[in-house]
């Protein structure tokens, strides 16, 4: 079957049709008032179509506000869509279906399933949304909106599944280090499934992103440990570069000539001072350097 494609509808100006119809009306009433006065019996061969015309035709007006559409049908034929903002007339004998064209925000529940690493999460995400082709959002989905809603809530699971929740380095995308990455991937993964529809994502974002209870202690350990390592290898960097520096000028100042086992010696005390958590207590040598 080929997929049905949004067109617009036939349809006159509303007050331009209202016109007209007033016309007929008055027409009409001329014609009775004419029968009546003559018993001309030829008259209701007009009297009798217009006072059926004129009811009508009254059902063939619509109005469609701003950002809002209007989906006909004609004994089961699509028939094309009103787009525009107005007052209208069309075919009076299709039926309308009503689609907002405005902007959606879909909030997802907080939804629990594993990461990349199968640890348990919990997130949830708002995905922003809109139809841009009424014909697919009335004809190919039974209801759009509740498409939509199933649709995010498996993109957004299917997407927790592909990335860690952290990442231990700087190269691997994480659901919480790559935030600006795993929206933009979001957007793409819900938009696929949402064409169908004939809806449009502009936007998809994560809006919660927690560990599940029964592990989010463990895993808070677990970043204070990384966090403490990390900071720990920092120090002894810094600390290594300082020790160095300081036996560079040393030598080139030639302030004095240390061993090896001075130097280790040296080395052993700057890398104490320099690493330690608490403050040291200098001690002062008054005697022989090799004492």
């Given at each position: 079957m080929e997929p049905i494609r949004e067109f617009r509808a036939w349809k006159i100006p509303g007050f331009a049709a209202l016109l007209v119809v007033i016309l007929l009306g008055a027409g009409e009433a001329a014609l009775i008032y004419a029968l009546v006065r003559s018993a001309a019996l030829i008259l209701l061969w007009a009297v009798i179509p217009i006072a059926i015309l004129v009811p009508l035709s009254f059902s063939g007006f619509v109005t469609v506000q701003p950002n809002e559409a209007k989906v006909l049908i004609f004994f089961g034929w699509y028939t094309g869509s009103i787009r525009d903002a107005g007052f209208w007339w069309t075919n009076p004998f299709a039926l309308r279906r009503h689609v907002s064209l405005r902007i959606h925000n879909f909030n997802s529940d907080q939804l629990k399933v594993n990461d990349l690493s199968g640890n348990p999460i919990e997130i949830a995400a708002v995905v922003v949304w809109r139809v841009v082709d009424t014909a697919k959002a009335v004809f190919d989905v039974e209801n759009y909106q509740e498409f939509v809603s199933i649709q995010s809530e498996t993109a957004i699971r299917t997407l927790a599944s592909r990335y860690p929740y952290d990442a231990h380095d700087a190269d691997t995308a994480s659901l919480r280090g790559s935030p600006d990455e795993v929206s933009e991937d979001l957007r793409k993964h819900v938009y696929t499934?949402?064409?169908?529809?004939?809806?449009?994502?502009?936007?998809?974002?994560?809006?919660?992103?927690?560990?599940?209870?029964e592990i989010a202690q463990a895993m808070l350990r677990r970043q204070q440990a990384e966090a403490i390592v990390a900071a720990r290898q920092k120090i002894v960097e810094g600390a290594v570069g300082m020790v160095q520096s300081a036996l560079t000028m040393l030598s080139e100042q030639d302030v004095i000539e240390l061993d090896e086992e001075k130097k280790a010696a040296m080395i052993n005390n700057l890398m104490v001072a320099l690493v330690s958590e608490h403050e040291t207590t200098p001690i002062v040598n008054t005697g022989s350097l090799y004492s």
């Open positions: 499934r949402l064409e169908i529809a004939g809806v449009e994502v502009s936007e998809a974002r994560i809006s919660h992103l927690a560990y599940a209870p």
